[in-house]
């Protein structure tokens, strides 16, 4: 895949991340994931995994050594 | 032996430590400033992250944070953190390495220098010199309200927030002023993994104290119900939510202290490994943070305003033995340490290289380094006069400076990523941003759709950039391919 392709393919999952971080669905959502652990941080800790993929491909598709 | 001399001894050896691990920096740290200033320029993967991460961690995070979640529950994780493990990597890439190669090729060693170089315009280095040092003013501040704070509840008054602020930055003032960036980011290794191996030890013991998590969680749900979801508290409509993540994931990059690590970095894969590590580290971090505030405001109701910033020391001290409080304290003195120091270093790089440099061109490699050790201590003693008023809570001071950080991110993006951009474009935009961000910060702009006055501030500076640049002669081609190498058409 060309650089090019590849940071098209990196802002599109960037976008579709950043509108799950605004989860204005989760506002008055309660429950705990585990017993023990909150919806809405259990939420985010799943958003963060997503993130920290699409960081790991950022470090391997679109980031080059001579940027 | 008393409690307080159990806290007093383990903190005795964590500043021991800290100062030898300084003075074995400073045995290796040659009297040229490229050395002095950015250790060479070869910090691998492992130095590179605990320097970036320790100097990026602070008492805005260990103290603030909980003290936040105190009041508004666990939607503090998703408002801070989550987005900032994507924000901050993302502008390692775009900014963090070109900056870095732009750097390497110009022997550039602060960013006012890369970027007067870049515009050939000595005037942009200055305002850019001014913005830094007015916004990472009051964020140093924040460290040392921060280490008074937490002193004065684990010693139970013994010893004051004054002599406790002092002490710090003397302790901080030694080991920079004598080792320079080496000094700093060695320190910051074993300053990291102090503060990070106690929260994690703290949080599981303080759970198991309390019953377990789920016996802790439902404390919460019984007292205080509300902080286990984000409800519709002002800070998580969309527009603060959205602003606010906005500025928290740009503004890291336009610390001077945390720009300046990332030419110290010895290459783009020791950058990208760094990248890679951010998130899961953040999570490690800022969870145990904002669990502590909402398990804090069950066990300890009541606490208004900025009162709720010494949340987790109190925490720790009902929860914890003598040993581990004293670690409680020495991770915090550790945050605020790895911080101080790059905050400290950097802006006297600054000053000895931009602006005295300037007036005295003949100035010795050694006589700048020896103008960097009292420009060290003059700022110090300015730091602790401001931090004794205790002007404002350590989140609205650190909020403060990120939305002014915020403003510059235009210009060192563009300045590296848009050769047309011009001088005329980067002043336009550093004045713009900061104007509208005060004009929104006194009212006089307007809240839209309830977004913070960072978002102005942001707005008026991309437009200044653009605008500016557009409107005035491009750069000299020479010049900008001097600094930021020849162009290239993208694959």
């Known amino acids: ?67 | 032996m008393s409690d307080l001399a159990v806290i007093g001894l383990v903190n005795a050896a964590y500043l021991l430590i800290t100062l030898i691990i300084g003075w074995l920096a400073w045995r290796r740290t040659s009297a040229t400033a490229e050395d002095y200033f950015l250790g060479g320029r070869a910090a691998k993967t492992f130095v590179l992250f605990m320097a970036l991460f320790g100097t990026n961690v602070t008492p805005f995070v260990l103290l603030g944070i909980p003290g936040l979640s105190y009041h508004h529950g666990v939607g503090i994780f998703g408002l801070n953190a989550a987005i900032v493990g994507l924000g901050i990597p993302l502008t390692f890439w775009l900014i963090g390495d070109p900056a870095r190669r732009a750097a390497l090729c110009i022997s550039a060693i602060t960013p006012t220098e890369l970027y007067a170089q870049r515009f050939a315009s000595p005037v942009v280095g200055h305002l850019l010199f001014l913005a830094f040092f007015a916004y990472t003013l009051p964020y140093m501040v924040t460290g040392v309200i921060g280490v008074g704070l937490t002193v004065e509840i684990l010693t139970r008054g013994a010893v004051s927030f004054t002599a406790a602020a002092a002490l710090v930055l003397a302790i901080t003032i030694a080991y920079t002023a004598l080792g320079g960036m080496r000094a700093t980011m060695w320190t910051n290794v074993f300053q990291g993994a102090t503060f990070m191996v106690f929260i994690l030890v703290a949080f599981f013991m303080i759970a198991g104290d309390l019953g377990g998590l789920a016996a802790a969680t439902a404390t919460v749900a019984e007292r205080a119900p509300h902080l286990l979801i984000k409800g519709d508290a002002p800070q998580f409509t969309p527009g603060h939510w959205g602003s606010w993540g906005l500025a928290i994931s740009l503004t890291v990059i336009a610390f001077p202290h945390m720009f300046v690590r990332m030419f110290a970095a010895r290459d783009t894969a020791a950058l990208k490994n760094v990248a890679r590590l951010y998130p899961f580290m953040l999570v490690l971090l800022w969870l145990p943070a904002v669990i502590f505030g909402v398990w804090g405001a069950a066990e300890f109701p009541g606490l208004e305003g900025r009162a709720s910033d010494g949340i987790f020391p109190r925490m720790i001290s009902a929860h914890l033995g003598p040993v581990l409080q004293g670690m409680a304290l020495a991770g915090v003195l550790a945050a605020v340490m790895s911080t101080l120091d790059a905050q400290l270093l950097t802006l006297s790089s600054m000053l000895t290289r931009d602006i005295l440099r300037r007036a005295y061109p003949n100035l010795s490699g050694a006589g700048e380094v020896m103008a960097g050790r009292i420009f060290t201590l003059a700022l110090s003693l300015t730091v602790l006069a401001v931090a004794l008023q205790r002007p404002a809570s350590i989140f609205d001071i650190a909020a403060f400076a990120f939305s002014g950080y915020v403003t510059l991110v235009p210009t060192l993006l563009l300045g590296l990523r848009w050769r047309r951009c011009t001088a005329t474009g980067a002043v336009a935009s550093i004045l713009a941003g900061n104007a509208a961000l005060l004009l929104a910060q006194f009212g006089v702009l307007p809240r839209v759709f309830g977004v913070l006055p960072v978002a102005w501030g942001l707005l008026a500076a991309i437009l200044g950039a653009v605008l500016g640049s557009l409107a005035t002669r491009p750069t000299d081609p020479a010049t900008v391919t001097r600094v930021l190498g020849p162009a290239r058409r993208s694959a």
């Open chain 1, 1 to 67: 895949m060309s650089r090019r392709a590849h940071r098209i393919v990196f802002a599109v999952l960037a976008g579709l991340l950043v509108v799950l971080h605004l989860d204005v669905w989760n506002h008055d959502v309660g429950g705990l994931v585990f017993g023990w652990l909150p919806w809405d941080l259990a939420y985010h800790l799943a958003w963060m995994a997503g993130a920290a993929a699409l960081v790991w491909y950022m470090t391997v598709g679109p980031w080059t050594e001579d940027d």
